[in-house]
Structure formats: C-alpha cells, structure tokens
C-alpha cells in the first residue's frame, strides 16, 4: 500500500518553466518532508513542514502543507537544469514512516 | 565532516551467497535507517535502530534478511541466502533530531546485483 502519492510520476519541461509536483494521501500526517536526489547519490533534504497551511520558501521553491495536514505541494519557479532530479516526499502517519515513489523531473536547457 | 559511509558501494554475487552490507553513522546520530530503492517499488524502509535498538523491523522482507547494530558507529545488514529479486539499491541514514523530523542524512547507496 502506497499511502504517499506523488503526481505526476515524470515530468519534462524546458528551463524557465515553472511546475508543479504533489504529494497526496487519505491519512493525516504530523510532519512531511521533501528530498531531492540525484543519479548516484542519496536523497538530500529540501524541507520540513509541520503545521498545516504552511508555506515554506526556498530560492525558487515554494513548499506547501495543506490544511488537513494530508497533501503537500512543491512549487518550482523558473525552472533550472540544476533542479533536475528525482523529488521525494516523506511523512509520519499511524506511527509508521513513508516514502513517496517520486516525481522525475527533467528540466532541459 | 564524514557523512554517512557505506560498503561496499557496488556487490555483484550470485544466487544464494550471504551478503553483507556496512555502514557507518553520523557521529551523535541516534537513529539509523535501512533502505531498499528499486525501480518498481520506490524507496523501502526495512528497519530502523534507536541508540542501536532496533525499533521497528517490519519492513525486512522475510527471515532471509537481518541487521545488527552492535554500537553506536557501525551496523550491518546481512541477506542470506541471496535472490535475484533483492538487486536493489540499499541506502543507510542517520539522523539526530527525532524520527519523523529529524533530517535524514544519507550515505552514497550499496548497489547489490544478485545473478
């Protein structure tokens, strides 16, 4: 049972884009977490979002806990090549962690 | 500062050879994980240690896998016998400031190929 969703699965733009990549389940979740990872390499933290209805800003990313505290979003503003790789969402429910399965995302020059 | 350190990076063996996976913690990390990354099945947790105590093991796939943390700067995860369905990346992390926030920090991966 996959109780992290991430949509969309893969995802290709161009640079400058902007996107966006979610992070959804039916349960609630007391904290929730974004990694990057690149080819090779561990999955690196980007954030940490404990209350619902937060918003966190990084640079040019934009991270959001929903109110219910059961979806999350990342938002990326013109998109870089150095953004490419694989986002991760991680979160705590019924006592138990979760990984998503991931959005690839590609950003070509 | 080392960061997490895993061995080997790459293990290539065959069918039923015991395998055995080491890494090394952040020092003052008291919580340890052990991950499984494949293509089909995303990142995994198989268990994971508090101050070396194994918390929650209910990830490990079946009998044929077990890990041990005898101190606080060293565990190990061991299959035995080996299948070709456990080709996977196994990831380490340590982290120090709780369990569900606390950052996770990584090791590079173990890529195990089992023939």
């Known amino acids: 049972t996959q109780l992290l969703e991430q949509s969309p699965q893969f995802l290709s733009i161009q640079e400058g884009e902007n996107l966006t990549v979610y992070c959804n389940s039916s349960s609630v979740f007391s904290s929730l977490q974004w990694y990057r990872q690149e080819p090779g390499e561990g999955p690196v933290l980007l954030v940490t979002?404990?209350?619902?209805?937060e918003v966190k800003k990084l640079k040019r990313l934009t991270f959001q806990f929903g109110d219910a505290r059961k979806d999350s979003s990342l938002h990326i503003t013109a998109a870089q090549p150095g953004d490419t790789g694989l986002y991760l969402c991680?979160?705590?429910?019924?006592?138990?962690?979760?990984f998503g399965r991931g959005t690839q995302l590609t950003v070509w020059p | 500062d080392a960061g997490v350190i895993q061995s080997p990076r790459h293990e290539v063996t065959e069918m039923g050879q015991e395998v055995t996976l080491r890494c090394k913690p952040i020092s003052g990390h008291d919580y340890l994980f052990w991950y499984r990354q494949t293509m089909m099945r995303g990142l995994e947790l198989l268990i994971y240690f508090n101050n070396n105590v194994p918390i929650d093991d209910s990830g490990m796939p079946e009998d044929r896998f077990s890990a041990k943390m005898p101190n606080a700067s060293f565990s190990t995860l061991k299959i035995q016998p080996s299948e070709p369905r456990d080709s996977a990346v196994y990831f380490c992390a340590s982290s120090f400031a709780g369990r569900d926030t606390g950052e996770l920090f990584f090791g590079e991966g173990s890529r195990l190929t089992v023939l």
């Open positions: 991680r979160g705590s429910t019924l006592g138990r962690l979760y």
């Open positions: 979002v404990v209350t619902g209805g």
